[in-house]
């Protein structure tokens, strides 16, 4: 198989996993209080109003962001539709930075304690930072940091897919939920980050 046919079997796969990922929330729609992520919250923090409002806000909100990021980096369509390219990624901002939000509230009572508490917070506060100064660049015409800040604010926001593919297999592999997530908590983003950084230095993009 050359490097190309595998580039664009890659890019399949990535643009796949970004849909349906972004289409999981609303599972939640229809769910009770016993499905998902849910199943391991008190029913105290079920009955609160701003907890569950920050958890329905996130994954709607980080979804949609999932959701509409993905087109943002296919280049010829950019080029050919460039108001477009400016409108989705105004949703893409406005709801990377609500979902953000949420998510760095609710770290603060992730299932697993401070080591599944830090994990999360961290990667709330870089993808709002990225993506806010992401939106700064390009505000101020830097197209270079603009476009390589926005590849390390999709990363932090493909963390929802790659959650979803680590916490599975850890959790079969270590027999146990608890110790799986705590792992899950970091493992889902820093290597989105690496894999963020070598995007960048192969684009020539700069990040000052």
Not at 56 to 79: C, D, E, M, N, P
Not at 84 to 110: D, E, P, Q
Not at 182 to 193: D, G, H, Q, T
Request: with cysteine; proline share 1%; charged share 10%.
């Amino acid at each position: 198989m050359s490097q190309t046919v595998r580039n664009k079997v890659a890019w399949v796969v990535f643009v796949f996993l970004a849909i349906g990922i972004g289409l999981y929330p609303l599972i939640y729609i229809f769910a009770t209080e016993d499905f998902g992520l849910l199943m391991n919250k008190s029913n105290e923090l079920l009955a609160s109003t701003l907890w569950k409002t920050a958890f329905y806000g996130h994954i709607s909100f980080g979804g949609l962001a999932l959701l509409v990021g993905w087109s943002q980096f296919v280049k010829k369509w950019r080029s050919k539709h460039l108001k477009w390219h400016r409108n989705i990624g105004k949703v893409y901002v406005l709801s990377a930075l609500i979902s953000g939000l949420c998510g760095v509230y609710l770290g603060f009572f992730a299932t697993g304690g401070i080591v599944s508490s830090l994990g999360f917070i961290s990667l709330g506060v870089i993808w709002l930072f990225t993506t806010l100064r992401a939106y700064i660049a390009v505000k101020n015409k830097d197209l270079s940091l603009h476009q390589g800040l926005m590849i390390y604010s999709y990363a932090a926001c493909f963390a929802a897919v790659t959650l979803r593919i680590w916490l599975p297999l850890l959790t079969i592999i270590f027999g146990e939920f608890l110790l799986a997530y705590k792992i899950v908590a970091w493992l889902c983003w820093l290597p989105n980050m690496v894999f963020a950084y070598f995007w960048v230095q192969r684009k020539g993009l700069t990040i000052d």
